[in-house]
């Protein structure tokens, strides 16, 4: 259910758009934590290892599984040496997750969520997962769906459906906030709204229900099992 209310500040007229949902499905990277940079900087090693173009490799970040990256790059190679490729990445994203920091506004947004409200649904394993969260200084979920908890990764909807499942909530109850094209794709094919987070790049999904940059302007209001959502 969506529902709009004209609010007025410093003679500026603008829309707070209120949502009611049961339940909360985030990504994690550039969605609560600002990680591109670990990221990418433990994947350009993997680059230079393998004499690839860096932008090739780039390309396919956004959302997925490492190992899903590694078996597009490299079809023919072994199961046991994309475990040994991972485990060198991994380490390397490890080492910096400490410099990682939390998108503006997501440390007060989630404080305010009620816990069995919401669940992390990440490409990243889960080790990689609470490094990253310790790192920005976010709490944990009692609900994530990680690489390993799913047998296909985004675009299918295998994880953010499993998250709502988990969480006794039907997936058109659900908000999913999301940032990347694979992981819009998974989310329009559960049947989840979708709350984007927009890059400096701007709007990338037009099925969207709202575009935001942060959660400074989101707040929150429990009442039994549902949540209303502000965006303000």
């Known amino acids: 259910m969506v529902s709009g209310s004209l609010r007025k500040q410093r003679k500026r007229w603008f829309l707070a758009l209120k949502v009611r949902a049961k339940a909360l499905l985030f990504d994690l990277d550039d969605t609560l934590v600002r990680s591109t940079p670990s990221i990418e900087s433990a994947w350009e090693r993997f680059s230079r290892r393998h004499q690839l173009p860096f932008d090739a490799v780039r390309e396919l970040l956004p959302g997925r599984r490492g190992s899903d990256i590694v078996s597009t790059l490299f079809p023919e190679m072994s199961h046991e040496h994309v475990v040994r490729e991972l485990a060198l990445v991994r380490k390397d994203e490890l080492e910096s997750a400490h410099t990682i920091e939390p998108v503006n506004g997501a440390a007060n ?100 229900i709202v575009s935001i940059s942060d959660y400074s302007r989101l707040s929150v209001r429990s009442g039994g099992p549902w949540m209303e959502i502000e965006f303000q």
Do not use: H
């Open 109 to 208: 947004f989630l404080a305010d969520l009620t816990v069995g409200q919401w669940a992390v649904v990440t490409a990243a394993p889960k080790n990689i997962m609470m490094a990253r969260l310790n790192g920005a200084g976010l709490p944990m979920p009692t609900i994530a769906v990680c690489a390993e908890n799913v047998s296909i990764g985004k675009p299918s909807p295998e994880g953010f459906l499993t998250a709502a499942r988990l969480l006794g909530a039907d997936p058109s109850e659900c908000l999913g906030f999301e940032d990347s094209s694979v992981g819009f794709a998974a989310l329009e094919t559960s049947g989840i709204r979708i709350v984007e987070i927009a890059s400096a790049a701007g709007r990338q999904c037009s099925s969207a």
